[in-house]
């Protein structure tokens, strides 16, 4: 099993900055891919950036210039920085885990990001 624990979420003005951090641990193997989520009320939950444990990136178009996801492979936390919000932006995050070969995928429980004046 793996667990997995976020931190970072709140409130922030338009324009404003926040950054999410993510931890794993348990049975979490070396070859994964994390990522974040996110679900905004009445809205299907949908992909914000995801990172290889090699090191490659991809991002939701709508995020990419703004946002930010890095990794600590040795530390098994995942960021997500977060630039230039908006209030759509507004949403439950979730940390995302999936193991690559012996499969798995993991979440966590969530954490509340709203963007408001």
């Known amino acids: 099993q793996v667990q997995l624990v976020e931190s970072g979420g709140g409130l922030v003005q338009p324009g404003g900055s926040l950054r999410l951090s993510c931890a794993a641990s348990g049975s979490i193997f070396s070859i994964n891919v994390m990522g974040w989520y996110r679900q905004a009320p009445g809205k299907q939950r949908e992909l914000v950036a995801v990172i290889f444990s090699g090191g490659n990136t991809d991002y939701a178009d709508s995020v990419k210039g703004r946002f930010t996801i890095s990794r600590d492979n040795a530390k098994n936390t995942v960021s997500l920085q977060m630039n230039s919000l908006k209030p759509e932006d507004t949403a439950v995050y979730y940390c995302?885990?999936?193991?690559?070969?012996?499969?798995?995928?993991?979440w966590g429980q969530g954490t509340q990001v709203t963007v408001s004046s």
């Open positions: 995302n885990l999936v193991r690559l070969g012996v499969g798995g995928t993991y």
